[in-house]
């Protein structure tokens, strides 16, 4: 049998007292310790999943059982990486960042409370993007979620992650209205109107008076989220749009320039995503069905994926939400601009209300065969982001895309990109698919990643979201002040959080008996 992983201060004995600790309060049906529960909570996807194995896992059904963990992690100093489903895959699925932590793992915790009225749900952390649908579904409630690419996880471990869907409400951190906390320290608190008891606003107005606290629990590890109210779309009468692709690689600026203002100016209120030709091919094909030349596919066989496929070096899809007439009066601005930039091929697609409708991430439909891109070069698959927020300039993002184009001929890897437009940002993602099973390939993805945050870096391009083995290197980036942003969060973390039992390296977000002792280990730089 393998060792227990341990975190720092950490021998057998006392782990096995925590553990008989947790078992007392919880019960040992909620407790998970043995080897064969910790393989549930690797991450698949690291290019070393060892580093952050961790010593087990515990499952508590309520707020209480929650609270009395953190009691008991606070006296054994035992670190605990709070998870809602886990199914963050390519920034860490279900691992803690720092090994022998013990994962508190939420996805028991189910309930949803709806409000019919305002559309506004409050969920529990295990509700999954599949349970909600579902829920709508079964009480017929007229309204739409907006759901990730993988929807396998929870609505509210996206939302804390920064996820994002392609439906009006695609920016789901910002549709967050009010929750429910456990601090480290064990308190109970609610943010937003939810902290007036008996208001029956708390899912209405985000703020409340004072500070206002809710994203101070996103991406961070500074308290325990139990509940989290949301608002959701109403069902539109209309949905409207067109897919439209693009020849040439450097289309991509004119695309920017045209779509941006529009975005701005709230004529387009989703979010779209232009994508390069790989994203048809690595998900309904594999590479061995094009190639068997090592390195980046060359120009030869990206034209026959093209051909293939119908499609363009980009392709992007608009889609209008709302009132049909509204929309009609929209799609005209739309198509006349796309037009007027030469585009290889435009679809159109229209419905209404009473028509069947189709089941994509457009419709908000829980989805997870965008996941199939894994597979692309056989072997175990897998996959990390590389995603910095860069500006809404078409210039910009075309020398940003040549230059990460290059480094991905550099290292021989397959390109797949997006630019994801938000109101005034762009996201830049290129996923790096990977074959865990092909050593050669896995010893460059390391460096590979480190050049790309490097080049941003460059540019004054930060990352909007990383892997567990970036948080370090990501949090450094953001310098302004000579770390400033780090030391804010360390005051806070230090104040909320004195004992650090609570996701330590989360962010980049250290306790003060963990900072700078490198305790991480793993990739810290
Ligand atoms: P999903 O359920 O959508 O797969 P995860 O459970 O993997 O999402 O969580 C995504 C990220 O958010 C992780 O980094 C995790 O540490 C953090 N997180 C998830 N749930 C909570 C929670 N209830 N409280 C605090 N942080 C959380």
């Not at 670190?79 to 390519?90: A, D, F, T, V």
């Amino acid at each position: 049998m393998a060792d227990t992983p341990l975190p720092p201060g950490f021998d057998e004995y006392k782990m096995a007292r925590a553990r008989r600790a947790f078992e007392s309060a919880l019960g040992h049906r909620k407790v998970f310790f043995e080897e064969l529960d910790r393989t549930g909570y690797q991450d698949k996807f690291a290019v070393d999943d060892a580093l952050h194995h961790p010593a087990g896992a515990i499952a508590p059904e309520s707020v209480e059982e929650v609270q009395a963990a953190v009691r008991i992690a606070n006296q054994y100093l035992l670190p605990l990486w709070p998870i809602s489903r886990g199914k963050n895959l390519g920034y860490g699925a279900s691992a803690p960042l720092l090994a022998g932590s013990v994962v508190l793992d939420m996805s028991r915790m189910k309930k949803i409370e709806f409000d019919e009225h305002l559309g506004t749900v409050v969920v529990e952390p295990g509700v999954g993007f599949y349970d909600l649908y579902d829920y709508l579904q079964a009480n017929d409630l007229p309204f739409w979620l907006s759901t990730p690419g993988n929807s396998w996880g929870s609505v509210m471990g996206n939302a804390l992650d920064r996820g994002v869907g392609y439906t009006p409400y695609g920016e789901h951190t910002k549709q967050i209205c009010g929750m429910e906390v456990v601090l480290p320290d064990g308190d109970l608190v609610r943010t937003g109107m939810g902290a007036f008891a008996g208001s029956d606003t708390w899912q209405a107005y985000p703020y409340g008076y004072g500070p206002a606290w809710d994203q101070m629990f996103v991406q961070s590890n500074f308290g325990i989220v139990t509940k989290m109210g949301l608002w959701l779309m109403p069902e539109p009468e209309s949905l409207m749009g067109m897919d439209v692709e693009f020849d040439r690689p450097e289309d991509l600026k004119a695309m920017i320039d045209t779509i941006a203002p529009l975005r701005r100016e709230r004529v387009l209120t989703q979010s779209p995503s232009i994508g390069n030709w790989l994203r048809a091919a690595a998900v309904l094909t594999t590479r061995d069905e094009w190639t068997d030349k090592p390195g980046a596919l060359g120009e030869d066989v990206i034209d026959k994926i093209r051909k293939t496929f119908n499609i363009g070096w980009w392709g992007v899809s608009l889609r209008l939400y709302g009132r049909e007439e509204v929309n009609k009066a929209a799609y005209k601005i739309l198509e006349k601009a796309m037009n007027d930039i030469d585009p290889m091929l435009i679809k159109p697609t229209s419905w209404v209300k009473g028509e069947p409708l189709e089941h994509t991430g457009w419709t908000g439909t829980p989805m997870t065969f965008p996941m199939q891109n894994v597979n692309w070069y056989g072997g175990r698959g897998g996959h990390i982001g590389f995603s910095p927020i860069i500006p809404q300039d078409g210039t910009k993002a075309l020398e940003q895309f040549r230059r990460t184009y290059a480094r991905y001929q550099e290292y021989g890897m397959d390109y797949q990109g997006s630019f994801a437009f938000g109101e005034r940002h762009m996201i830049n993602v290129n996923a790096m698919i990977f074959d865990k099973d092909d050593p050669e390939m896995m010893k460059k993805v390391d460096p590979f990643f480190r050049t790309l945050v490097q080049d941003a870096k460059e540019q004054g391009y930060g990352e909007y979201r990383t892997h567990l083995d970036y948080m370090d290197l990501v949090a450094d980036s953001y310098d302004f002040n000579g770390g400033a942003l780090a030391r804010l969060n360390g005051k806070v973390k230090d104040a909320l959080d004195p004992n650090g039992i609570l996701a330590p390296g989360k962010s980049g977000i250290w306790p003060e008996r963990l900072r700078g002792s490198n305790a991480g280990g793993g990739r810290r730089s």
